[in-house]
Antibody
Framework: EVQLVESGGGLVQPGGSLRLSCAASGFTFSNYAMNWVRQAPGKGLEWLSGISGSGTSTYYADSVKGRFTISRDNSKNTLSLQMSSLRAEDTAVYYC????????????WGQGTLVTVSS | QSVLTQPPSASGTPGQRVTISCSGSSSNIGSNYVYWYQQLPGTAPKLLIY???QRPSGVPDRFSGSKSGTSASLAISGLRSGDEADYYCATWDDSLSGVVFGGGTQLTAL
């Protein structure tokens, strides 16, 4: 059974940093492109970043480019999102997602971790 | 403003067939596969349709997807109260080099 478990969310002050992690199990992690998707309270889904299975290709939404960095460790089956210069509008539930079909859109989703940016 | 345009709401009576539209452009829907997701209240999204019209195992055949040009649609037949949820379309955008989502459609079973 595919499992994606996010951790690292919490309360952070504006301008601060936070690192999210996602532990993957139940599939060959290195074969899957992975993404981070977020959802602000009461709002829709927003794709943030994606990384290829090998880790050599990364993509970012304009809203986080230069502030967030996606990475993966295929030896540990983990996906990470380093977030810096956080703003109030970054407050959201952050989902770790996996793509098994090769078209970047997610098919597997974690349960999400809440990030709150507030003073 | 989302890159993909969905109606904010849709509704139908139990047993009815309901469709949700998703409109894009040549750089996204026009040249890539469309995915659809269902998000029940308080839960993570769940994949309903991939590659325009394919259902993952476990998704009932009441759910179907189609695509024509730069638009796509999700159809739900035999509407049930348990289908009340938010529905999102998504695809890759060649110009943005990223995944784009529709703004979501809240479905109500009257």
């Amino acid at each position: 059974e595919v499992q994606l478990v996010e951790s690292g969310g919490g309360l952070v002050q504006p301008g601060g940093s936070l690192r999210l992690s996602c532990a993957a199990s139940g599939f060959t992690f290195s074969n899957y492109a992975m993404n981070w998707v977020r959802q602000a309270p009461g709002k829709g889904l927003e794709w943030l970043s994606g990384i290829s299975g090998s880790g050599t290709s990364t993509y970012y939404a304009d809203s986080v480019k230069g502030r967030f960095t996606i990475s993966r460790d295929n030896s540990k089956n983990t996906l990470s999102l380093q977030m810096s210069s956080l703003r109030a509008e970054d407050t959201a539930v952050y989902y770790c997602t996996g793509d098994s079909y090769g078209y970047w859109c997610p098919d597997y989703w974690g349960q999400g971790t809440l990030v709150t940016v507030s003073s | 403003q989302s890159v993909l345009t969905q109606p904010p709401s849709a509704s139908g009576t139990p047993g009815q067939r309901v469709t949700i539209s998703c409109s894009g452009s040549s750089s996204n829907i026009g040249s890539n596969y469309v995915y659809w997701y269902q998000q029940l209240p308080g839960t993570a999204p769940k994949l309903l349709i991939y590659r325009n019209n394919q259902r993952p195992s476990g998704v009932p055949d009441r759910f179907s997807g189609s695509k024509s040009g730069t638009s796509a649609s999700l159809a739900i037949s035999g509407l049930r109260s348990g289908d009340e949820a938010d529905y999102y379309c998504a695809t890759w955008d060649d110009s943005l080099s990223g995944v784009v989502f529709g703004g979501g459609t809240q479905l109500t079973a009257l």
